[in-house]
C-alpha cells in the first residue's frame, strides 16, 4: 500500500517541524501543534465514526500549512490542517476558507480529500483546523521519486491526468459549487500585481533592480483576462497525490491560495514547474520529477489543455513570467522570515533564497523580452 505524503514548496526545505517528527501516541503526549487531548476529544464529537485513542503523524508543513496523519483506534487514517506555528499571513492560512474550497472543488470530478469536519474554537488547538479524508497515493517531488514509483508508461498517462484535471477545474462553475463569493472574478492580474508588489516592498531585503522592472513589465504588457474560473494557485505535480497503479491524480492538496479569477495564470505556473530533461529551473534546482523520461514535453501539456477546454492559450509566456515573479515576492517574504528568526532554529542556506529570488526575477524578464 503506498503511504500518502505531502512536500513543502520547491523553494525551500520545511521550517517548523523537524522533518523526523515520530508517531506520538495522543494519551501520552502532544505532538508540536496538536494539543492532543483537546483535539481527541472534538475528533470524537464532531468527526462522525472517528473513535480514539488517536495517534498524531506530522507529514508536512512550515512555509505552507501544517499537515498531520490521524490514525483512529480502528486504524482509520484522517488528515488534519492547521496554520504554520510562526509568523503567518493570516488571509494566507485561513482554515475555514480552505476547508470550504475543497468541500465546493469536492462537487466537481476535480479529485481532492473529503472535507469531514472545521473547528474554528482556537481554545481546542490554539489556532483553527479542519480534517479531511485520507488519500493513498505518492507525491512526485523529485526526479528520484518519479523514477522509483513510476514507469515511463506511467508518466506519460500522468502528464495527461494532470492536464485533464486541471481543465475540470477551470472548465467549473464557481457559483453551481458554492465557491462563487470566493474572490473577485475580475481583474485578476491587476490584483495579484498590486498585492505582491505590495508584499514585496514590504519584505524585501534588499533593493532589487529585476524585480522592479519585472513588475513594470508585467503591468505594461498584462493581457485582456479572458476565461475566468477557479484558480488553485499553486498547481504542480509536489501538490498532488499521484496513484502509481493508474497513473492517475489521486488528489490534488494545498489550496491555500486558490481564488478567482484568469485560469491562464495556473497553465503558467504549471509550465514553470515541468522542467524537461536537460533543462535548468530558473530556481536552480536539478530534481524535479518531469526531468526524468515519459513526462509530457510543456508543449503537448498546453495543445491537450486547448483540446480539453476549448480555450485560445495565447501569450503564455506572460503568465509564466507573471509566476516567476510572483514567487519571487513569496520566497522573499520566506527570506525576511529566517531574517527576523521566525522560522526555527534550523541551518538554511540563506544565499540560496537569495539567488532563487534573483533567478525567477530574472527569468521573469526573459519571458517578457526585457533582458
Not at 48 to 76: M, Q, R
Not at 244 to 262: H, I, N, P, R, Y
Request: glycine content about 8%.
Amino acid at each position: 500500500m503506498t503511504r500518502a505524503r505531502s512536500v513543502e514548496a520547491p523553494f525551500g526545505p520545511s521550517e517548523s517541524l523537524p522533518p523526523d517528527e515520530p508517531v506520538i501516541n495522543s494519551s501520552v503526549t502532544d505532538v508540536r501543534g496538536i494539543n492532543a487531548e483537546p483535539v481527541s476529544d472534538w475528533l470524537t464529537a464532531n468527526i462522525e465514526g472517528a473513535e480514539g485513542p488517536f495517534t498524531f503523524e506530522f507529514i508536512t508543513g512550515g512555509h505552507s500549512n501544517l499537515t498531520y496523519k490521524v490514525t483512529c483506534g480502528d486504524g482509520t487514517n484522517l488528515v488534519l490542517r492547521r496554520p504554520p506555528l510562526g509568523m503567518v499571513i493570516a488571509t494566507a492560512h485561513d482554515m475555514g476558507r480552505e476547508h470550504r474550497i475543497i468541500s465546493g472543488v469536492g462537487q466537481t470530478d476535480v479529485p481532492v480529500p473529503r472535507a469531514l469536519g472545521f473547528c474554528e474554537d482556537e481554545s481546542v488547538n490554539d489556532a483553527p483546523f479542519y480534517v479531511m479524508s485520507y488519500v493513498e497515493g505518492e507525491v512526485l517531488h523529485t526526479d528520484e521519486a518519479a523514477e522509483e514509483y513510476t514507469t515511463p508508461e506511467l508518466r506519460a498517462a500522468l502528464s495527461e491526468s494532470v492536464v485533464d484535471v486541471l481543465a475540470t477545474l477551470h472548465l467549473s462553475n464557481p457559483d453551481d459549487i458554492g465557491l462563487g463569493e470566493l474572490g473577485r472574478k475580475e481583474a485578476y492580474l491587476d490584483r495579484q500585481l498590486k498585492r505582491w508588489a505590495t508584499q514585496w516592498e514590504k519584505t524585501k531585503t534588499r533593493e532589487l533592480d529585476s524585480m522592479e522592472r519585472a513588475h513594470a513589465a508585467l503591468v505594461a504588457q498584462k493581457p485582456e483576462q479572458r476565461y475566468t474560473g477557479v484558480v488553485h494557485g499553486d498547481y504542480r505535480l509536489g501538490n498532488m497525490l499521484a496513484n502509481t497503479t493508474t497513473g492517475e491524480v489521486a488528489a490534488v492538496l494545498d489550496w491555500e491560495l486558490c481564488t478567482l479569477g484568469d485560469v491562464l495564470a495556473d497553465v503558467g505556473y504549471l509550465l514553470n514547474n515541468w522542467i524537461e530533461p536537460g533543462e535548468e529551473a530558473a530556481r536552480g534546482a536539478t530534481a524535479y520529477p518531469t526531468q526524468v523520461e515519459g513526462f509530457s514535453t510543456r508543449e503537448e501539456l498546453v495543445a491537450r489543455y486547448i483540446e480539453k477546454t476549448g480555450f485560445e492559450v495565447e501569450n503564455v509566456e506572460y503568465y509564466q513570467a507573471f509566476q516567476h515573479w510572483r514567487l519571487a515576492a513569496i520566497v522573499e517574504g520566506v527570506l525576511a522570515r529566517y531574517l527576523k528568526g521566525v522560522m526555527g532554529d534550523g541551518e538554511v542556506d540563506l544565499d540560496a533564497y537569495r539567488e532563487q529570488v534573483e533567478a525567477m526575477s530574472n527569468e521573469a524578464l526573459r519571458l517578457l523580452g526585457e533582458d
